[in-house]
């Protein structure tokens, strides 16, 4: 299923490969990288680097949400993550997005350059993110996540993970419409890791196909996550080797853009998955 997203002077046509998504994590307590971009220059420096090796959107995130992570205000998010974008922004030529759930950092973040919004509350936890993605026509992503970063693992139970997650999705989606959110800028994320046990992640990844029929582009962001060390091992290696095998099952089933720490390794993989699930309409562009 093609999908083409064009703003701003940007343009993803998600029809003709896979899109990847290289993560900046400018936070002290990131679950894989904390602390390694926190300061400016080196921040910078990464997102060139990731732009140079073939990344299609770098993600900008200034406060951790991994399991049972700390709230930061908006001013110290701000703080970390607008200098970074200001500057990206002026050195590299595909779009910026800026991953966070409070509306005025997203507002700020578009300012200084970013041009998507990435919410893993899906509009839930700042009902004016859905405003400010409208006034500014940015495509925006709406992301499945049980609870919150503090308590999301707390002994997550579904009844039916699939159905629940497709449902949640559905109506994300749809609220989004009504708050004047184009169609054609939605992208949906069933949120790996993100209030889900080891067994439910490699449930969405085995049926991430389904998601397909709510007529959207998939994003999906396994990357590094426990659920692969617990199957391969815990070295960055054993993780990355693990993250690429997910990557690829995930793209055969359905994903249209993967968000990775390892831009250069993904772009390799979704290369070879791309090849073989495309045939002759492959492009490596």
């Known amino acids: 299923m093609g999908f083409l997203l064009k703003w701003k002077g940007f343009c993803l046509d998600l029809s003709r490969k896979t899109h990847i998504?290289?993560?900046?994590?400018?936070?002290?307590?990131?679950?894989?990288?904390?602390?390694?971009?926190?300061?400016?220059?080196?921040?910078i420096e990464h997102g060139i680097e990731m732009a140079e090796e073939g990344a299609d959107i770098i993600d900008v995130g200034g406060e951790s949400t991994r399991p049972y992570s700390?709230?930061?205000?908006?001013?110290?998010?701000?703080?970390?993550?607008?200098?970074?974008?200001?500057?990206?922004?002026?050195?590299?030529?595909?779009?910026?997005?800026?991953?966070?759930?409070?509306?005025?950092?997203?507002?700020?973040?578009?300012k200084a350059g970013a041009s998507i919004i990435n919410d893993i509350s899906a509009f839930r936890f700042d009902p004016s993110m859905a405003d400010?993605?409208?006034?500014?026509?940015?495509?925006?992503?709406?992301?499945?996540?049980?609870?919150?970063?503090?308590?999301?693992?707390?002994?997550?139970?579904?009844?039916?993970?699939?159905e629940e997650i497709f449902c949640f999705l559905k109506k994300a989606k749809e609220d989004a419409i009504k708050k004047g959110i184009?169609?054609?800028?939605?992208?949906?994320?069933p949120g790996i890791g993100f209030g889900k046990r080891y067994e439910h992640n490699l449930e969405i990844i085995r049926s991430l196909s389904l998601l397909k029929k709510l007529n959207s582009p998939i994003l999906i962001g396994p990357s590094n996550k426990a659920f692969i060390a617990k199957i391969v091992g815990d070295s960055v290696e054993d993780r990355e080797i693990g993250t690429m095998a997910v990557l690829a099952c995930s793209i055969m089933n359905g994903a249209n853009i993967v968000r990775v720490h390892n831009?250069?390794?993904?772009?390799?993989?979704a290369r070879m998955v791309d090849a073989i699930k495309r045939g002759k309409d492959a492009s490596f562009d």
Do not use: C, W
Request: glycine share 4%.
């Open 21 to 43: 998504m290289g993560i900046l994590n400018v936070t002290s307590d990131s679950f894989f990288d904390g602390g390694k971009y926190l300061e400016k220059n080196k921040a």
């Open 182 to 189: 184009r169609e054609d800028f939605i992208i949906l994320d």
């Open 132 to 162: 400010v993605a409208s006034r500014e026509g940015v495509p925006v992503v709406l992301m499945h996540m049980k609870g919150r970063p503090e308590n999301m693992q707390d002994n997550p139970v579904y009844d039916n993970l699939m």
């Open 70 to 110: 700390k709230r930061i205000s908006a001013e110290e998010e701000m703080d970390r993550v607008i200098p970074v974008i200001e500057e990206l922004s002026r050195r590299i030529d595909i779009p910026i997005s800026i991953d966070t759930y409070k509306s005025e950092v997203a507002e700020e973040a578009i």
């Open 263 to 269: 831009v250069e390794k993904a772009v390799k993989t």
